[in-house]
Each structure stands twice: as C-alpha cells, then as structure tokens.
C-alpha cells in the first residue's frame, strides 16, 4: 500500500511544489530569531530546574490499599513549603514523593531550632513528610528515603549536558561518513538550532528541567536526524538522477517528494505525545509537552533548516555519484 491510496489519513496531496529553497532567507531569518530568543531567555529567566538538578529529598512509600495521590500530596505541601512532587510507579499501592531543597531558614521555625544546615534542613524535611503521612495515610510504610545534595546535583547537570554534546558530535562523525562534511555542518546546525530552541522553550514556559527533559531532549536530537537523514538521501539520489538541474530545484524536489512522509511521521507521533500530555497525568507532562515541541521544531528544521543550509556549505554535486 502506497501513500496515494491512503486517502483518509493523507496530509498533503502526494506530490508538491513548494519553493522552500526561496524561502529560505525568511526560514534563517526566524531560526536565528528563535536561537537568539531562546538564548536571551535562559540567561535572563532561566530554567526551573527539578529536584534532580538543585537536589531535595525523594521518600517512595506504600499504603495498604490504592493510595490516594490527592490525599497525599495535600498532606505533604500542608507542612512543607517549595516544590512537592508526588506521583505513583509500579503497583497502585507504591507512591514517589520528591521535595526540593529548602532553605535551612525557612525550616528553622517549623522545626523549633535557631540554626539548621542544609543536611539538617533536609533531614528536618523527612521529618515533617512522615509525621504527616502517618497522621493522614493509616498504615503507611516507607520503602526508601534519600537525600539529593547539591554536590550529586551538579554532576547530573554536568553529566546531562555532556550527554547532549556527545550526542550532537557523534551525529556529525555519522552524517560526515554516510555523506560529506557539508551534508555534516548543515545536521548539526539544525540538530543545533532545536537544542537551543527547546531549552528556551522550557525558558520562556518554566516548566520543570529534569533528568526526563534531558530524554526527552536526546530523543529530539534522534527524531530530528532521522528526518533529516531522509530529505539528505532524496537529495543525494536527486543529485544522480538530474546532474544538470540547478542546485536549488534539486533540493525543492528532494523537499517535495519527501513531504508527505514527514508530516504523516510526525502527526502520528504528535498524535500519541498529545495523548500523553492530557491523560499522562503531572509525572508525564512535562516529558510529554518537551518532546510535542521539540518534534514540531525538528520537523520544521528539517525542512527549512537542515536542506536550505546546503545552499551555504556549498554541497558538491559530485558527492551524489557514490555512497560515501
């Protein structure tokens, strides 16, 4: 079964002849803005990182019968001040509670003393969780309580960043072997440009910055190069077959034939993580409104960014006559 004859679900009629290739200053035009926005953002608001990244305290408890997540939280924020996450993993009985790092000063008059550090702060915190868990929740139990310090915080922020730019440098060495360098500069860029442009999302939204995020991220970066890996091979094929066709027309048509493909990919995709989004619960929105965003803006860099961006690394038509 071939794209023509699926009707009902066709986004866009098979073949198209969009000039993307002209529209290409308007299309850096509004990348450089987004990056630039993106940019200003997360120096001037930025992120609301999560407890994986500022450190807190994590309690996974479990209750004789399906906890009540509502009942929970209510009890938990009532003696707690800051950020409370609850939410429930494995069976209806098991429940996560994560508590951000609060300042020993704020601690200080709920627990009676003059002075607190912040490990006493966050054994104080405990203390507080438990006493009002036991007093809402008969028959609690607690499975694991721990402490993220600051000092566990920085490496994973250390550790996500380094993901993402490993990443990103092992997309360039694949694409430079499976292409040439320019097919390379252009990936990159765009893989790039939806990096920077989802940590300004999270900016702009405040969203929670957290270890998901950094998943979801990462996914981004293979969501958006699988796109692109698709437009490049059209291009290259397109380089063969129509050797004395101008550079520009050729990378319209590789754009065209591969349209339909794209967009029905990445509606199904944004189909599901809408799913997610609205029924995931607060545990999975976050993750869920990253990857919406970061698949409609890899979607759109792959189009307008990724393939217009050969025009300026120069792509040699020549590399289309092997498969390097």
Known sequence: ?????LALVRFLPVETHFGFIRMRAVSFILSLALVLGSVAAFFTMGLNLGIDFRGGTSIEISTEGPADIALIREAVTAVVPGDVQVQGFGTEEDVLIRVGEIDPEVINPLEGFEALDAAQAQQAVQRL???????????????????ISPQVSDELRVAGATAVLVALFLMLVYIW?????????GAVLALAHDVIVTIGFFAVTQLQFNLPTIAAILTIVGYSMNDTVVVYDRIREMFRKYKSLPTPQVLDMAINETLSRTMLTSGTTLVALIAMAVMGGAALEGFALALIWGVTIGTYSSVFVAAPLLTVTGVRRDSGDSDN
Do not use: D, K
């Open 1 to 5: 079964m071939n794209l023509s004859s």
């Open 129 to 147: 969780v438990t006493t009002a868990l036991n007093e809402a929740i008969p028959g609690v139990s607690y499975e694991r309580m721990e402490v």
């Open 177 to 185: 072997l499976r292409f040439e360098w320019q097919y390379s500069v």
